[in-house]
């Protein structure tokens, strides 16, 4: 059985840092793709979660969200199968909860192409 475990997040004052962390367990998660998504106030459902950053499963591809604007930064510790995600020049409309998702094979920027996902985590930016 295949599960995400997230830590980091919380809260922090504009302009500041946060990093999060996904660790995968269970089978063949070494060939997944680890993808952070987030899903901000007013939108419930899963398909309205937007792609933060992604990680295939080598670590030697990324992608990111426009949104990001270079602010942050997705790597893989392919012995620890978990995705970093560094955030940095946080903005309040970073403000969401942010959920780690893994799937086999490339990464996709839709939510609906993504069968495991963890919890999620609280990332609370203010002014």
């Known amino acids: 059985q295949v599960q995400l475990v997230e830590s980091g997040g919380g809260s922090v004052q504009a302009g500041g840092s946060l990093r999060l962390s996904c660790t995968a367990s269970?089978?063949?998660?070494?060939?997944?793709?680890m993808t952070w998504f987030r899903q901000t106030p007013g939108k419930e459902r899963e398909a309205e979660r937007e792609?933060?950053?992604?990680?295939?499963?080598?670590?030697?591809?990324?992608s990111y969200g426009d949104f990001v604007k270079g602010r942050f930064t997705i790597s893989r510790d392919t012995a620890k199968n978990t995705a970093v995600l560094q955030m940095n020049k946080l903005q309040e409309d970073d403000t969401a909860t942010y959920y780690c998702?893994?799937?086999?094979?490339?990464?996709?920027?839709?939510?609906?192409?993504?069968?495991?996902w963890g919890q999620g985590t609280q990332v609370t930016v203010s002014s």
């Open positions: 269970g089978p063949f998660v070494e060939n997944f793709a």
């Open positions: 998702a893994a799937r086999d094979h490339g990464i996709r920027r839709w939510p609906s192409n993504y069968f495991y």
């Open positions: 792609l933060v950053a992604a990680v295939t499963w080598d670590g030697n591809s990324t």
